[in-house]
């Protein structure tokens, strides 16, 4: 057996390239992007360090085997043949998550209980007992790909989903996801080089990430467990090793990166995921209405910002959006401000033209990611504040 095995990584739509950027640096070898996700190699210590450094990613899977199907009976004859005692012990618990593109199979579900019903009758024939099923924290975590007749069949490395970083304690109403949200700092270009804002925190996802990634902390140092560690083959002290190492790369940063909201109780809850996450020396956060504020610096400044869409949380989407336009022209010049919508209707009353726009996903919903530069110099700011009729 090789010691370096292939590997696939999900991402966010949009996010392929930097996740792909990502693992070249951490030191994957034969990286491949594909819609949604990046394939790659490296060895378990690799493995470990993807999960625990990799910003943009939602799972790391390690394909254990590849098979033609054509029936119900083919999946569930070809996953019985799997040798699962090698990979869980037969009083531990699994989950099975599936992924169907195919004219033969259609429903997800159905495929996810065939699988699973085959994994416990071998334990039952081999073994003497059947493991249980726990969906929210098994002991194995199988995920399996179907694409045509191809079935793909994966251990899930990750166990939860990645963006369930361990630091957010307090929930918000409509939060945005911690992967969205260091993509799109990614995706801005900004990496601690000056201040960074976000004038409509929340609970502070944005802000957090960012001191992260401006101090090169692991993205999922504050994650409880991940998949692997349940995993006969873990080693405890490879990973501490890799764990170790990451942390020796941790920087000084040496910039502010500051928050408002102008509801109280939401930023209560900003300050809590703040300081679970330890970030409390590096954010800032304060009570303050948008479009009531100015630029408290003339440096350079970046903006990061998820105002409401009028999906999860009303507005008067004319009049808000209206509003952004209007502050960033008259407080906030020499900076780059960036936002995501889904409202594309929404962009047409900022009043600025966009020099950059990203398709995206927030969700199932599909949202742009806008940069608007606003410049300093009354020529330039004249420029800026066109009419902006929308591209297509």
Known sequence: MEKN??????????????????????????VETGTRNVTFKGDLGFMYKANLCCRTAIKIL??????NIFTEKDLYKKVYEIPWENYMDKE?????????????FT?????????????????????????????DHPTLRINIHIDR???????????????????????????INEVLAAGLIMLSGWTGQCDLMDPMCGGGTILTEAAMIACNIPANLNRK???????????????????????KKVRDFHFKIYGSDKDARVL????????????????SIKEQDFFESKKE???????VFNPPYDERLSANIEELYSSIGNTLKRGYSNTQAWMITSSMEALKHVGLRPSRKIKLYNGKLESRFVKYEMYEGSRKAKKQGREFKEEE
Request: glycine share 6%.
């Open 62 to 67: 390690k394909p254990i085997t590849v098979f």
């Open 225 to 247: 467990e991940f998949g692997f560690e349940n995993w006969p083959d873990f080693d405890v002290d490879l990973y501490e090793l890799i764990e170790a190492s990451a942390l």
């Open 297 to 303: 610096t003339g440096r350079q400044l970046f903006m």
């Open 5 to 30: 095995f292939k590997m696939l990584a999900k991402t966010l739509y949009g996010f392929e390239e930097l996740l792909a950027q990502e693992l070249r640096q951490l030191g994957a070898s034969n």
């Open 268 to 283: 209560e809850r900003a300050e809590e995921n703040i300081k679970s996450a330890n970030l409390e020396e590096f954010i």
């Open 149 to 175: 007749n191809i079935c793909t069949v994966s251990l899930d490395s990750s166990g939860q989903s990645l963006h369930k970083r361990g630091y957010k304690v307090a929930t918000t109403l409509a939060p």
């Open 107 to 135: 429903h997800s579900q159905y495929i996810s209980l065939k699988t699973k019903d085959a994994i416990v009758d071998r334990f039952r024939d081999k073994e003497g007992i059947r493991p249980d099923v726990d969906l």
């Open 92 to 104: 531990g618990s699994l989950a099975v998550d599936a992924t169907v593109f195919s004219d033969h």
